[in-house]
């Protein structure tokens, strides 16, 4: 069975600074997939991760991956308040096939 | 293009009732998801959609659940006899078998 797990589950840091979140995972995937969550809305993807060693990067996020280890990171790089979300990494175990999600990381930005 | 649509947003019912949700995928996408959220939780997989056939419906909990996509694109959860624990945000995605695109969800509420 594959499992997803996230840490850290909270994360309050003020505006400027940098931080990473970590993605383990189980077993050997096809895809990582990184996903924003805002209260009450749906998720918007970010990033998908296709082999090791993949790097992805967008504004002030940048996505990760090594396969070998089984690990995702999302890194924050000089945080703005605007990032402020839940985000979620979620792992494919066969191409086409459903996502298994992380527990979420709840960011908070503060000013 | 639109994207993932679902109907309703919200929908509160009672316990013992009957309930049906309803995807809209993205047009021309071959493949359909439902997911359900918990508050506080990353999405879990119910069943998944290859064209008109299930291909996969291991996360249905129970056979209170049964989702069906006659024509190959819109896509109905049907929820029988509805539990207090069945509340949850129901999440429908969408994808080419690549990325999964969500929709807005449906807050399902049994009272």
């Known amino acids: 069975e594959l499992k997803v797990e996230q840490n850290p589950l909270f994360l309050s840091m003020q505006e400027g600074k940098n931080y990473t979140i970590y993605c383990n995972y189980s077993?050997?995937?096809?895809?990582l997939y990184w996903y924003r969550q805002d209260p009450g809305k749906s998720l918007e993807s970010l990033f998908v991760l296709l082999s090791n060693g993949a790097v992805k990067q967008e504004g002030r996020l940048m996505a990760s991956l090594d396969t070998k280890a089984r690990l995702s990171t999302l890194h924050i790089t000089a945080a703005v308040h605007d990032l402020s979300a839940t985000y979620f990494c979620a792992v494919e175990g066969n191409a086409g096939n459903m996502l298994t999600f992380g527990g979420g990381t709840r960011l908070m930005v503060k000013p | 293009g639109a994207g993932v649509s679902q109907t309703p947003s919200n929908k509160v019912t009672e316990k013992g009732k009957y309930v049906e949700l309803r995807c809209d995928p993205i047009?021309?996408?071959?493949?359909l998801y439902w997911y359900r959220q918990s508050l506080g939780q990353g999405p879990e997989f119910l069943i998944y959609f290859q064209g008109t056939g299930a291909a996969d419906d291991s996360g249905l909990p129970n056979d209170r659940f049964f989702a069906v996509r006659p024509e190959g694109s819109v896509s109905t959860l049907k929820i029988q006899r509805t539990e207090r624990g069945d509340s949850a945000v129901y999440l429908c995605a969408s994808s080419n078998l690549d990325t999964q695109y969500f929709g807005p969800g449906t807050r399902l509420t049994v009272l």
């Open positions: 077993t050997t995937s096809d895809r």
């Open positions: 047009s021309g996408h071959t493949a």
